[in-house]
């Protein structure tokens, strides 16, 4: 099954000063993508408009651009998607903590 998404990551950013809290969304900046199903080694998937998720056989870095984030405290954050074509049942989310 195939699945696309498009997707952003919204960061709510809080002060130690005051109550307001503030909605930031960072764009993604880049992508790729590791394939593990045999045959479709060679399809890539960085760039593109939407991400490809199929179960656990596709997996996908992202790249935010977090420079709204200095020098400030984020309070909670979310990644949204967008279902194309098709429900997915699990993602499993993980970081990177090294540059790529």
């Given at each position: ?86 429900d997915i049942r699990a ?10």
């Amino acid at each position: 099954m195939h699945r696309t998404l498009p997707l952003s990551v919204v960061a709510l950013l809080g002060s130690v000063t005051c109550a307001a809290v503030e909605t930031v969304r960072l764009p993604a900046v880049r992508d790729t993508s590791i394939v593990l199903v045999d045959g479709e080694e060679a399809e890539r998937q960085g760039g593109l408009a939407r991400i490809r998720i199929k179960g656990n056989q596709h997996i996908v870095a992202m790249g935010f651009d977090a420079a709204a984030l200095a020098g400030r405290a984020v309070v909670g954050a979310e990644l949204v998607c967008r279902r194309v074509d098709a429900d997915i049942r699990a993602v499993t989310i993980a970081t990177i903590s090294a540059p790529w």
